[in-house]
C-alpha cells in the first residue's frame, strides 16, 4: 500500500536532496541563512549579541590589541551568542595571561579593567564553557599521564578551555573593585621552548563537589593565661605562609575558608613590615612596641618583631637544590603538576653557575630525572622539567630517603643544603607512618640538609602533614595557588625561603605581675614551647631567612583593668613571692630569644625590656603595628574566635586602609580585596 507525499513535505525533501547533491551550494546557502541573513519580520535570539553592543566592541578592542584567536565564524560582523562570546572572551584571558607573566607592562589597564568587567559579567558562559571540556575529556577517555597541556592544544580551536577564575592585575596595576580580584587561568596557548612561563594555572574550586578529602590539624585558640600562676610564655617562631594563600584561594572561589585552615600568624607572616636591619653581627633586629588592642581597648597589643639581615645576591653562599616533585595520579590536574612546573621555571631563571639542581620525583616507585646540575645548564634543566607526567600511587617516603642521598652525594660543606617538596601531600604509600617519616627528616636535618615544602592543589589537600614536615625539617612551608604565589615565594622572596641565617629561634616572655593581669598570644597555638625547652639547646625551633620579618602579637590585660574576658579560677599559690623589686617596677615584660648561627650548635640570648612607659594613650601606633593587627583582625573574624571582643570586618578594613603604606609589590591591596569579598560571604551565610 503507498500513501501519497504532501506536496509541502515533497519540495523539502527535493531541496534537501540538491542541497546533498551540491555541497558548495549547501554550504554556501546554509552559511549565508545562519549568519547574515536577517529577516525583518524576524528578531535575534534572546542570548545574541549584536555588532554594534558596547561589549561586543570592546572584546574587538581586546582581539584587535592582543592579537586573540577567535574561532567564531564571521566575528565583529554578525552577531553572536553569549557561548561564542564567551569563547573569544577566554582566548583574549589566555593570551592577557601570558602577557602578564612574560611584561606586564605591555597590558593596558584600561584593557584589563574590561577584561574583568566583561569576564564578571559572562561568568556563567564561561563556567558552562569549561564543564563541555571535562564532559569531552571523560568522553575521550583521556589517559591519566595526557598532560593538560595535550589537552588544552586539542581542543584550542574547536573550544578553547575558558578561565575558571578571574584574571589577577600585575603589581603595578591596581585593581577595579574587590569583586574583580581573582586567580588567573591556564593558558592553552603553546610558547617558544625559550620562554620560562607557559602561563598562568588556577585552582580548580572542589566545592560542592562529593570528592574532597582535604585536611587540617585542629586549632584551639591560646586562651588567657593569669600571670600570678604562668608569667612564662614560650614559643618557637615561625615564617610559614602556607594558610595565608590557601586562605586566599577559598575566598576567591566563594567560600569561607575551615576555621582550622585559619592559622593567624603565618596570615601576619605573610606580609613584610619595615622593622629597622640589625646592627654589627646579630643576624636580625628585635623590635616591641605597644598600643590599645582594636578589638577591645580595654586591653593592650604587644608586638614582638623579628627583622633578618638582608643579604646580597653576590655574597649568598652556593645552593645545592634538590627538587623532590609528586608525579603521582593525584597530581594530574592543572593546578598541580603544570603549576609545580611553571613555578620550578621561574626559580630556575634566578639559579648561578655555581648552584647545583637535581630533581627527584616519586609515584609508584622513585626516580632520578636528573644528577646534580649546574645552574649555568638551564637549558639541559629546564628540558628535564617538560619530560615531567602524573600518573600512579604515592611513595612519598621512598621519594624523600632519595632525595636526601642524592643531597647528601652533592653536600656543600659552605653552602645551602636543601630539598624542597612540592606535593599536593597526599602521601599513601612508602614510610608506615609519619612518625617515622619526620624522624628521618630530623635527622637528615640534624645532618645539614635542611626542608622545604611548597603545597598544590585542592580536593585532596593534606596541610597538617606538609605543616609538619616543614617544622621538622628546619624549612619553610608556602601553599602556591598560582604562577604569581609562585613568583612571591620562589623569586621575590628567595632568599629568605632558600637561605637561613638563624636558626632554632625561641622566644620566652616574662610578664610582670604588678602590670599585667593576664596575657595571651595571638596565634601559634602549633608552636608552643615548655618552659624549659627555652634554654635546652637539644630542643628544635623555627628559622630565619635572609631578609625576613617575623612577627608576634601579645594581647595583654593591665593590672586593675576590669574586663569583659572571663579569666581562668585558680587559687593564689601560698609559697611564691610576690611584688616585683624596685629596679623593674616599671616594666611590663621582658623579652629573650635564643638562636643558633647555621653551623653553629650552642644558642646565644638576645634580652630586651618593655615598660609600661612604652604605651602612650595619645600616641599613634606605627603602620607595621596596625597592618599586623588588622591581619589578626580578620583571622580571628574568620576562626569566629571566643576573644573577637568587637571586631567585625568594618574594623580589619579601617585598620587595613589606614595602615597600607607604600605596598610596593600590592599585596595589602589584594587583601583589603579578601576582606570586602569575605563580607559577602559572610552575609550570605
Not at 267 to 274: E, K, P, R, S, V
Not at 429 to 435: E, L, N
Not at 534 to 541: L, V, Y
Request: glycine residues 6%.
Amino acid at each position: 500500500m503507498s500513501y501519497p507525499i504532501p506536496s509541502k513535505m515533497w519540495q523539502r525533501v527535493s531541496i534537501l536532496t540538491l542541497l546533498l547533491l551540491i555541497p558548495s551550494v549547501g554550504i554556501a546557502v546554509l552559511h549565508q541563512s545562519g549568519t547574515i541573513a536577517i529577516p525583518a519580520n524576524q528578531t535575534t535570539p534572546v542570548n545574541s549579541i549584536l555588532p554594534n553592543h558596547p561589549d561586543y566592541q570592546a572584546l574587538q578592542v581586546l582581539v584587535k590589541n592582543y592579537s586573540c584567536v577567535v574561532s567564531v565564524q564571521n566575528f565583529g560582523t554578525s552577531p553572536i551568542t553569549r557561548t561564542e562570546f564567551a569563547r573569544v572572551l577566554n582566548t583574549c584571558i589566555e593570551r592577557i595571561n601570558v602577557q602578564i607573566a612574560t611584561d606586564s607592562t605591555t597590558v593596558a589597564q584600561t584593557d584589563l579593567q574590561t577584561l574583568q568587567r566583561l569576564q564578571k559579567k559572562f561568568a556563567p558562559e564561561l563556567v558552562t564553557l569549561s564543564n563541555s571540556i571535562d564532559e569531552l575529556a571523560v568522553r575521550r577517555n583521556i589517559t591519566p599521564t595526557q598532560t593538560t597541556r595535550e589537552l588544552n592544544q586539542a581542543e584550542s580551536t574547536s573550544n578553547p578551555r575558558p578561565a575558571s577564575a578571574k584574571i589577577v592585575p600585575p603589581s603595578s596595576m591596581p585593581s577595579v573593585s574587590v569583586q574583580d580580584q581573582g586567580f588567573v587561568s591556564p593558558s592553552s596557548l603553546p610558547l617558544p621552548a625559550s620562554r620560562s612561563i607557559q602561563g598562568m594555572v588556577a585552582p580548580e574550586s572542589q566545592t560542592g563537589g562529593t570528592f574532597n578529602t582535604e585536611n587540617y590539624n585542629r586549632i584551639d585558640d591560646n586562651p588567657f593565661h593569669r600571670v600570678s600562676n604562668e608569667p612564662l610564655s614560650t614559643f618557637s617562631i615561625d615564617v610559614d605562609t602556607a594558610s595565608y594563600s590557601n586562605m586566599r584561594r577559598f575566598i576567591t572561589q566563594g567560600q569561607l575558608p575551615p576555621k582550622d585552615a585559619v592559622r593567624i600568624e603565618e596570615m601576619i607572616n605573610y606580609f613584610t613590615y619595615n622593622y629597622p636591619q640589625p646592627r654589627g653581627d646579630r643576624p636580625f633586629s628585635v623590635n616591641t612596641e605597644v598600643t590599645a588592642a582594636p578589638w577591645n581597648p580595654q586591653h593592650k597589643l604587644v608586638q614582638v618583631g623579628l627583622q633578618g639581615k638582608r643579604l646580597k645576591s653576590e655574597t649568598l653562599p652556593p645552593s645545592n637544590l634538590v627538587f623532590l616533585i609528586d608525579v603521582s595520579g593525584s597530581m594530574n590536574q592543572p593546578n598541580k603538576l603544570p603549576l609545580v612546573q611553571q613555578s620550578l621555571k621561574l626559580l630556575m631563571n634566578e639559579l648561578r653557575p655555581q648552584d647545583r639542581v637535581s630533581l627527584v620525583v616519586y609515584s609508584g616507585n622513585a626516580g632520578l630525572v636528573l644528577p646534580a646540575t649546574s645552574g649555568s645548564e638551564k637549558a639541559e634543566i629546564l628540558a628535564a622539567i617538560d619530560r615531567l607526567e602524573a600518573g600512579g600511587s604515592t611513595a612519598g617516603g621512598e621519594g624523600i630517603e632519595l632525595a636526601y642521598n642524592i643531597a647528601k652525594q652533592s653536600f656543600l660543606k659552605s653552602g645551602n643544603n636543601r630539598v624542597i617538596l612540592a606535593t599536593d601531600g597526599d602521601f599513601n604509600v612508602g614510610v608506615s607512618s609519619d612518625a617515622e617519616l619526620t624522624r628521618l627528616i630530623e635527622q637528615k636535618r640534624d645532618q645539614g640538609i635542611f626542608l622545604t615544602v611548597l603545597g598544590f592543589g585542592t580536593g585532596n589537600y593534606k596541610d597538617g602533614k606538609m605543616e609538619q614536615l616543614a617544622n621538622k625539617g628546619n624549612g619553610n612551608y608556602a601553599y602556591i595557588d598560582t604562577l604569581l604565589e609562585a613568583k612571591k615565594v620562589l623569586v621575590n622572596d628567595i632568599r629568605g625561603t632558600l637561605f637561613t641565617i638563624a636558626k632554632d629561634v625561641k622566644i620566652q616572655v616574662e610578664f610582670n605581675p604588678a602590670k599585667v593581669q593576664a596575657y595571651r598570644l595571638i596565634g601559634y597555638e602549633n608552636r608552643l614551647l615548655q618552659n624549659q625547652d627555652f634554654n635546652d639547646d637539644q630542643k628544635d625551633a623555627g628559622e630565619i631567612g635572609a631578609g625576613h620579618s617575623v612577627t608576634a602579637l601579645y594581647e595583654v590585660i593591665p593590672t586593675g583593668t576590669k574586663s569583659d574576658v572571663k579569666l581562668p579560677e585558680v587559687d593564689p599559690l601560698r609559697y611564691q613571692r610576690s611584688g616585683v623589686t624596685t629596679s623593674s617596677e616599671n616594666e611590663m615584660m621582658l623579652v629573650k630569644l635564643r638562636y643558633k648561627l647555621p653551623q653553629d650548635s650552642t644558642s646565644q640570648l638576645i634580652t630586651q625590656t618593655i615598660s609600661d612607659s612604652d604605651f602612650k594613650a595619645d600616641r599613634i601606633a606605627s603602620t607595621n603595628l596596625r597592618f599586623a593587627a588588622a591581619v589578626a583582625t580578620f583571622g580571628m573574624v574568620l576562626r569566629d574566635s571566643e576573644y573577637k571582643g568587637n571586631a567585625d570586618l568594618d574594623l580589619v578594613m579601617n585598620l587595613a586602609t589606614q595602615a597600607r603604606g607604600e605596598d610596593e609589590e600590592g599585596y595589602r591591596g589584594e587583601f583589603l580585596r579578601l576582606v570586602q569579598q569575605s563580607r559577602g560571604l559572610m552575609t550570605r551565610n
